[in-house]
Nanobody, 119 residues
Framework: QVLLVESGGGLVQAGGSLRLSCAAS????????IGWFRQAPGKEREFVAS????????FTANSVKGRFTISRDNAKNTVDLQMNTLKPEDTAVYYC????????????WGQGTQVTVAS
C-alpha cells in the first residue's frame, strides 16, 4: 500500500513557475515508479513525467519536455515536479501516482492539486 499526498498547486501568471510535491508513505519504494499526470476540464488524463525510485531514471512527455523536471528526495520520500515557463494550456488538476514495477497500471493515486495559469 502506498499513500500519496500532493501539494504546491496554485494560481500563476503565464511564464511563471510552480513546484509540485508528492509525499509518499507506506511500504518500501525500492521497486516503485512515481508518475505525474494531469487532467484539464473536458479532457482525458495526460501523462506528464515519471521517475523510478531506485536509480532515479526519468521520462518526460514531449508536451512539457524542457519546461518540467521531475526529481525525488529519498530522505524526505517526496517526488517533485518543477514547472517552468508555464502556459495557460498547462492549467489542470495534477495528480501523482505510483506503481510497483513491472506493473503496467498505476494503482495508487493522490487526491490531486489544482494548477491554474493565467494569460
Amino acid at each position: 500500500q502506498v499513500l500519496l499526498v500532493e501539494s504546491g498547486g496554485g494560481l500563476v501568471q503565464a511564464g511563471g513557475s510552480l513546484r509540485l510535491s508528492c509525499a509518499a508513505s507506506g511500504r518500501s519504494f525500492s521497486n516503485v515508479k512515481i508518475g505525474w499526470f494531469r487532467q484539464a476540464p473536458g479532457k482525458e488524463r495526460e501523462f506528464v513525467a515519471s521517475i523510478r525510485w531506485s536509480g532515479g531514471s526519468t521520462f518526460t512527455a514531449n508536451s512539457v519536455k524542457g519546461r518540467f523536471t521531475i526529481s525525488r528526495d529519498n530522505a524526505k520520500n517526496t517526488v517533485d515536479l518543477q514547472m517552468n515557463t508555464l502556459k495557460p494550456e498547462d492549467t489542470a488538476v495534477y495528480y501523482c501516482a505510483a506503481k510497483f514495477v513491472p506493473a503496467t497500471n498505476y494503482d495508487y493515486w493522490g487526491q490531486g492539486t489544482q494548477v491554474t495559469v493565467a494569460s
